[in-house]
């Protein structure tokens, strides 16, 4: 079993859909959590940090929940500049590495 | 803004060629790593580094080694190249944060495609 389990997707969406992306990841161990957005070809670059309470930046939430070590993300109103892969990542202090998921590609269509 | 660049983005090497990759970062960061990451496997890590001259091993170390003689540098070396290392490789670097802390967000850089022929 992966430590860090993402939807497998694709997601293909019209612009303005709701869309929610999960993640589990297996390590009680993680303290720090993360959603991260690659563009094709591109470098990954931080989305949003995720916090136990939950957190919000625009049209994005992020979502934690420590007892069944689950984190979500959810993207409304989607933009087609929205369409990316978002990959999320543990963070294992006591271990300083991350762990990324595999990644769900998101396609939001006209 | 940080800025961590990699010394090539398209890499052509023959197998059993010495490869080196290189990256720098310009933020004073301590943390380094080295990951390849394929399709349908994620990214993995392969090498990171918390302080000059220091190394540790990540997921997947077979077949390669590291070097951190300066902070600023970072670079990845493929002793004898063999076709199943051709990949994208990508270098991030990261502030030493503390637990939970959004410090620790990596940034990375361009990312060097290597093809192993």
């Known amino acids: 079993r992966k430590e860090v389990e993402q939807d497998p997707g694709p997601f293909n969406v019209p612009e303005g859909a709701t869309v929610a992306f999960n993640c589990t990841y297996s390590?009680?161990?993680?303290?720090?959590f993360f959603w991260y957005r690659q563009d094709c070809r591109k470098e990954p670059k931080l989305l949003m940090s995720?916090?136990?309470s939950g957190n919000e930046d625009g049209r994005f939430t992020a979502q934690l929940n420590r007892a069944s070590q689950y984190i979500s993300l959810l993207i409304r109103d989607s933009k087609l500049s929205d369409s990316a892969t978002y990959l999320c990542?543990?963070?294992?202090?006591?271990?300083?590495?991350?762990?990324f998921g595999d990644g769900t590609t998101l396609t939001v269509k006209p | 803004d940080v800025k961590v660049t990699q010394s090539s983005r398209y890499l052509v090497k023959r197998t059993g060629e010495k490869v080196f990759l290189e990256c720098v970062q310009d933020?004073?960061?301590?943390?380094m790593f080295w990951y390849r990451q394929d399709p349908g496997l994620g990214l993995r890590l392969i090498y990171f580094?918390?302080?000059?001259?220091?190394?540790e091993k990540g997921d997947i170390p077979e077949g390669y080694s590291v070097s951190r003689e300066k902070k600023e540098r970072f670079s990845l070396i493929l002793e004898s190249a063999s076709t199943n290392q051709t990949s994208m490789y990508l270098c991030?670097?990261?502030?030493?944060?503390?637990?939970?802390?959004?410090?620790?967000?990596?940034?990375f850089g361009p990312g060097t495609r290597l093809t192993v022929l």
């Open positions: 580094s918390y302080d000059v001259k220091m190394k």
């Open positions: 995720v916090y136990s």
């Open positions: 933020m004073d960061h301590e943390n």
């Open positions: 390590n009680s161990a993680s303290q720090s």
């Open positions: 991030a670097s990261r502030v030493l944060g503390l637990a939970g802390s959004s410090y620790n967000e990596q940034f």
């Open positions: 990542v543990v963070f294992n202090t006591n271990a300083g590495k991350s762990t």
